[in-house]
């Protein structure tokens, strides 16, 4: 059985609610993403090494991702009871990374350690991150946001056929992993 079957069948054992795949010749950077970080709404612009500027230039990301064959890209949809609440946002994306390490760990039981993992607004795992005085605690664990790597979700998630949003009163949560098949 193909990589790509094992992770069809396996999807929803793992938590995933959509997946699909795509060539990462077909990833693109976008730097209006770029800039968004910039703005610094996630509060970890330049304060981890899962976030820009600790992640490199637009085009050392790209680099990256085109090293690979394939981008197998996930989600997760979780409930809200309306579009304001804040809390249930945050659990949902608690319980989307809760997934990524079980993610991980099936792509890295199959490939070992030859893959990329890029999840949500970066890395939370230390308390206090030793970007930009020393190297990550944890390089094997650290998976950088899809958006600062400059990629547009809306547009992965298209090219793949995984929904991007899932309604009213639901949040989606979006990782993917880069692997050479």
């Known amino acids: 059985m193909s990589i790509r079957e094992e992770a069809l069948n396996s999807a929803a054992e793992l938590g995933i609610y959509e997946c699909g795949f795509l060539a990462a010749s077909e990833i693109d950077v976008?730097?209006?993403v770029r800039r968004l970080c910039e703005q610094n709404a996630c509060g970890a612009y330049g304060k981890s090494w899962a976030c820009p500027p600790g992640v490199g230039t637009l085009e050392e990301c790209?680099?990256?991702?085109r090293a690979f064959t394939t981008?197998?890209?996930?989600?997760?949809?979780h409930?809200?009871?309306?579009?304001y609440?804040?809390?249930?946002?945050m659990a949902g994306k608690q319980a989307h990374e809760a997934i990524v390490p079980r993610v991980r760990a099936f792509f890295r039981e199959r490939l070992g350690d030859g893959i990329m993992l890029l999840s949500t607004e970066g890395c939370r795992?230390?308390?206090?991150?030793?970007?930009?005085?020393?190297p990550c605690r944890f390089p094997a664990d650290l998976h950088p946001s899809i958006e600062s790597y400059g990629v547009q979700v809306n547009e992965l998630a298209?090219?793949?056929g995984v929904k991007y949003h899932?309604?009213?009163?639901?949040v989606t949560y979006h990782s993917c992993v880069f692997f050479n098949e």
């Open 79 to 83: 409930e809200l009871e309306d579009s």
């Open 30 to 32: 976008s730097p209006e």
């Open 62 to 65: 790209l680099k990256r991702m």
């Open 166 to 170: 899932n309604g009213k009163n639901t």
């Open 85 to 89: 609440d804040f809390e249930g946002m």
């Open 125 to 134: 795992r230390c308390k206090t991150c030793t970007y930009p005085d020393a």
């Open 71 to 77: 981008v197998f890209h996930f989600s997760t949809r």
């Open 158 to 160: 298209q090219k793949t």
